[in-house]
């Protein structure tokens, strides 16, 4: 359960207010509470926000003092611009290991989703500002953002991953996550934390895929395969997923075939997606390759490398079209990272909500509603 407003503000109190104290009469909660409220309602700047703020004034008195009023949007965007981002993270981590307890969770391993977004209008070339690239982890069977981490500018995802793995509960877990995550390290990481990998395989590994692409493209007979295969059709489409697994993998890494050739942890299974798309007459096929660390039944992993693909459907594509994150023009100081963690949070009580309608409906009815946005709030929508 979220809690009240208040009470869910409060797991933030770790946050330290950037602003002289003496001279703040707008309290960090307060701020907080009002970027939240006003982004679960529709608005999506700072202007929106002081504007539906000044509007449900007697609203918000109901859950913080707010005895000065509403901030101005300059104040706004000043505070968020300052405020610590490791430490809002952080918190918000922590809030949503909270909410992750007491969601529901799909039948079978719980699948841990990593993938990276980049905010295209958050940057300001003339500072020499990369746009925010911010890699997240997504709960696929619960559907909450677990955490975030931003990379950084002269950096890639590598870098990025650890990290925020570093702050994710990954007992039992499965994590999923592109090519770029294919890294002994980020292998380990996993473990050590009590989870298991399922990476994607390609050219970054040139003589693995390789040899990978060759087995399944003729299986030896003594080395037994399962199968299992999926059809989806929609918008004049029609998709055959054909999944292939093989437990054997002790020749893959048995001997060094090259210098330096590195080993990869706890390896116990390969797998191969093999797509059929039909479309307006046309065929298109693609292969697919993934290293794991779980010995999952062919049906297993194709649920498992499904659920991936929910990152983008459901994580990355909703900023966009829910939130309209790719016309923001956050560019000030450490502003676009932050408003990502209160889109993040405003995500998650709406994935959690009812009724059973797009998260965008779910939006519309915290505008048109204060009961609906109250009980957003609370964790009772």
Known sequence: ????????????????????????????????????????????DFVEVEVWGRQNLGFLRRLQPFTHGVPSHDTLGDVVALLDPGLFRDCFTAWVAGLRATTPDLAGPQVIALGGKTSRRSHARAKGREPLHLLSAWASGQRLVLGQEAVAGNSNEITAVPLLLARLELAGALVTMDAIGTQRAVAEAIQARGGDYLPALK?????????VAAFFAAPPPEMPVQTHQSTDGEHGRIEVRRHTVCHAVDWLFSD????????????????????????????ERQRRYYLGSAKLDAETFARAVRAHWGIE??????????????????????GPENMAVVRHMALNLLSQAKPTTSLKNRRKLAGWSIDYLEHLLRGTA
């Open 1 to 44: 359960m979220a809690g009240s407003g208040g009470s869910l503000i409060e797991r933030f109190a770790a946050l330290r207010d950037p602003r002289r104290v003496a001279k703040v009469l707008y309290p960090l909660p307060e701020i907080l509470l009002l970027l939240l409220c006003a982004t679960l309602a529709g608005a999506d």
């Open 203 to 211: 050219a970054n590994w040139p003589a693995t895929h390789a040899e």
């Open 256 to 283: 060094r075939r090259y210098p330096g050739e590195p080993g990869f942890p706890g390896l116990a299974m390969i797998g191969m997606v093999e797509s059929e798309t039909e479309r307006g007459g046309r065929v």
């Open 313 to 334: 459907n459901r994580l990355h594509w909703t900023p966009d079209v829910v939130f309209r994150d790719d016309l923001a023009r956050l560019r000030t100081g450490h």
